[in-house]
C-alpha cells in the first residue's frame, strides 16, 4: 500500500460516491451533524497551538465553524455553503432570567423557541413550542416562514463559485429538509405522537405546511447553486438507540411520500447526490430510504441496535453510501486513549472501505469533554488507513 494521494478533495469524494475506491477514503469535518462543539473546539485548538477568534456555525447545538488551518491539520475534504436568515427576520440571542437563573433564548423562523443556561452552555433545548394547542383550522393562520424568499440566498452563488474555481474540495450544503421533525418541534413530542394516534389528519396538514416550505426552500437554493455543489444535506431522525422512534407504518403511509416528493424536487433541480441524516437504530428504515432516492446515509450510528458495519456493508453496501460510522462517539471516542482511538478506527475504515461508498466521518458532531489527542488521533488515523492500493 502506498499513502500517495493524487487526487483531488472533490474527485476524491466524487470517487466515493460513484462506489470506485479513490487514492484514500475522503475525510469530513464541519457540517451541522458531521461538526464540532465550541468547547472541544477550543481545547482543540489549544492542543495544536493555534490561536484564532472562534466562528459560531449553529448556536442551537453550539457548533463551531472549523477554521481552514483546522481542516487542513486533519486531512478534511469537504468544504461547506449555508444559507442565511432572510431580510427583516430577528435572529438574535436574547437574554432572560427565570427561576434564578440566567438564560440564552432563540426565537427561530417558525416560532420555536430555544434556550440555554448561562450556567451550562452546553447546547439548547426547546423551551416553547407555538402550536401545542393549536387544532387544524389553526394551522390555515399560522405564519409559516416563506421558503422562497430570495434574501435567504443572497450570497451563497459567490460562496460555491469561490470554492470551486479557488479550492480543491468537494461541496455540500447546509443540513435542511426538515420536513417530520419540525412538526414535532412546533407541536411538542409527546402531543406529536399522540397526534399521530388519534388525529393523524392534524399530522398531514402539518406535514404538508413544512413540506411546502422546504420545496420552496430548495427550488430557490438549487436555482443558485444547484450546478455547483455535489452534495445537498437533509435529514429527520426517525430512530433512537435500539429502534423506530414511532411506527414504520405511519412513517411509510404519511412521511414517506412527502419525503420522496422533496427528493424528487431536489433531483430534478442537480445532478449533486442526496444525502439523509437519521440518527439511531435505522437499518428498518434504509430499505425505504434507498426507494425515496437517497444516496447517502448519515451518521451510521454503529453503537445503535442493528448498526453494526459488517451486516450495513453486506446488506447495503452496494445501494447507499455510508457518510460516518468512524468509531462509536457514545462509548469509546470520549473515553479511551488515543491507541484505542486508532485500533477502532482502523477496524472500522476495514470493512467501509472496500469498493468505496464510505466517507469517513465521526457518528454525529464531536461533543464537548472528547479530549483533544482523541480528536487528533481519530482524523490521523483515518487518514493513516484510508489509502487504498496505489492505482499508478
Wanted: with cysteine; net charge negative.
Amino acid at each position: 500500500m502506498s499513502n500517495n494521494e493524487y487526487m483531488t478533495s472533490r474527485e476524491r469524494v466524487l470517487s466515493a460516491l460513484q462506489f470506485k475506491e479513490p487514492d484514500r477514503v475522503p475525510i469530513d469535518l464541519g457540517g451541522f451533524q458531521t461538526g464540532i462543539h465550541l468547547k472541544a473546539y477550543q481545547a482543540l485548538l489549544e492542543y495544536l497551538n493555534l490561536q484564532e477568534d472562534i466562528v459560531v456555525l449553529d448556536p442551537v447545538q453550539q457548533l463551531a465553524k472549523p477554521s481552514e488551518a483546522v481542516l487542513n491539520r486533519l486531512h478534511v475534504d469537504t468544504r461547506y455553503i449555508t444559507s442565511r436568515t432572510p431580510d427583516g427576520f430577528d435572529a438574535t440571542i436574547k437574554q432572560s432570567v427565570r427561576n434564578n437563573r440566567k438564560w440564552h433564548d432563540l426565537t427561530d423562523e417558525f416560532g420555536v423557541v430555544w434556550s440555554m443556561p448561562d450556567d451550562q452552555q452546553l447546547y439548547m433545548d426547546i423551551s416553547f413550542n407555538p402550536l401545542a394547542e393549536a387544532t387544524i383550522k389553526d394551522l390555515d393562520s399560522y405564519s409559516f416562514p416563506d421558503g422562497k424568499d430570495p434574501s435567504r440566498f443572497s450570497g451563497v452563488r459567490e460562496q460555491a463559485t469561490y470554492l470551486r474555481e479557488n479550492t480543491p474540495f468537494s461541496i455540500a450544503t447546509s443540513i435542511g429538509g426538515v420536513v417530520y421533525e419540525y412538526c414535532w418541534y412546533m407541536r411538542g413530542l409527546e402531543q406529536w405522537f399522540i397526534d399521530m394516534i388519534e388525529q393523524p389528519r392534524f399530522c398531514e396538514v402539518l406535514l404538508d405546511r413544512t413540506l411546502t416550505y422546504w420545496l420552496d426552500y430548495y427550488t430557490g437554493l438549487l436555482s443558485e447553486i444547484g450546478d455547483l455543489v455535489d452534495v445537498v444535506m437533509i435529514g429527520d431522525d426517525l430512530a433512537g438507540q435500539e429502534g423506530p422512534l414511532f411506527s414504520p407504518d405511519f412513517y411509510r403511509r404519511i412521511i414517506k411520500p412527502r419525503q420522496k416528493h422533496l427528493v424528487q424536487r431536489i433531483k430534478s433541480l442537480t445532478t449533486a447526490k442526496v444525502w439523509y441524516h437519521t440518527c439511531g437504530a435505522c437499518s428498518v428504515f434504509i430499505p425505504d430510504l434507498i426507494d425515496l432516492g437517497i444516496d447517502i446515509l448519515n451518521p451510521v450510528q454503529i453503537g445503535a441496535h442493528g448498526m453494526d458495519p459488517i451486516y450495513l456493508m453486506k446488506t447495503y453496501g452496494e445501494k447507499v453510501v455510508f457518510w460516518g460510522g468512524g468509531i462509536d462517539s457514545q462509548h469509546v471516542l470520549p473515553y479511551v486513549k488515543p491507541i484505542e482511538i486508532r485500533r477502532h478506527v482502523k477496524r472500522n475504515m476495514a470493512v467501509f472501505k472496500p469498493g468505496g461508498g464510505y466517507v469517513f466521518n465521526n457518528v454525529h458532531n464531536i461533543q464537548a469533554g472528547v479530549p483533544a489527542a482523541n480528536i487528533v488521533e481519530l482524523f490521523d488515523a483515518a487518514y493513516e488507513y484510508g489509502f487504498y492500493d496505489s492505482k499508478r
